[in-house]
T-cell receptor
Framework: NAGVTQTPKFQVLKTGQSMTLQCAQD?????MSWYRQDPGMGLRLIHY???????DQGEVPNGYNVSRSTTEDFPLRLLSAAPSQTSVYFC??????????FGPGTRLTVT | AQSVTQLGSHVSVSEGALVLLRCNYS??????LFWYVQYPNQGLQLLLK??????LVKGINGFEAEFKKSETSFHLTKPSAHMSDAAEYFC????????????FGQGTTLQVKP
């Protein structure tokens, strides 16, 4: 198993551009989540999904969209990038809602 | 609603000394509690978890944590620090709706001095 994979590893965007961060897992996990990590703030939940076709907002959803058309994939879309979205983004998945496995992260810089 | 507070953003210990990283939580329902470790430029790895049952939980790399309901605490300890323990540590509590949502503390960076 590859576990949780994320692409790209690094990305630089200009303000106003859009892009999609990819997340995939090959463990047939129902639960998937997106977090952002900022210095001194820990990880904050952006969006999460409890199964294909079901998504919901987390703590900081503004400026981000998600969809879950398959069990394996959970892409995160930035609609119009802003400097405040400069962060490290982590995707996580699990079969148990109370234990999550994290991907290696995507480091995003918005200029 | 749940919340987590980690006391001390930086902790420094000498190699071989006791490691104590503090975590206090707030939860309106019985909590599930976790400690994760993050090495530089890597993702998070689960160290240990408390769900139900025994309140003293043992994890990987010699770490353990004790759930104390009366103190709303879940402190992480290791009897003897190793240089390889230098990393950032995050305490987390599960969301009340049991949907896989984790609420994280701010993180504690552990420095181990030779």
């Amino acid at each position: 198993n590859a576990g949780v994979t994320q692409t790209p590893k690094f990305q630089v965007l200009k303000t106003g551009q859009s892009m999609t961060l990819q997340c995939a897992q090959d463990m047939n996990h129902e639960y998937m989540s997106w977090y952002r990590q900022d210095p001194g703030m820990g990880l904050r939940l952006i969006h999460y999904s409890v199964g294909a076709g079901i998504t919901d907002q987390g703590e900081v959803p503004n400026g981000y969209n998600v969809s879950r058309s398959t069990t394996e994939d959970f892409p995160l879309r930035l609609l119009s990038a802003a400097p405040s979205q400069t962060s490290v983004y982590f995707c996580a998945s699990s079969s148990n809602p109370n234990e999550q496995y994290f991907g290696p992260g995507t480091r995003l810089t918005v200029t | 609603a749940q919340s987590v507070t980690q006391l001390g953003s930086h902790v420094s210990v000498s190699e071989g000394a006791l490691v104590l990283l503090r975590c206090n939580y707030s939860s309106s329902v019985p909590p599930y509690l976790f400690w994760y470790v993050q090495y530089p430029n890597q993702g998070l790895q689960l160290l240990l978890k408390y769900t139900t049952g025994a309140t003293l939980v043992k994890g990987i790399n010699g770490f353990e944590a004790e759930f104390k309901k009366s103190e709303t605490s879940f402190h992480l300890t290791k009897p003897s620090a190793h240089m390889s323990d230098a990393a950032e540590y995050f305490c987390a509590v599960s969301g009340s709706s049991n949907t896989g949502k984790l609420i994280f503390g701010q993180g504690t960076t552990l420095q181990v001095k030779p």
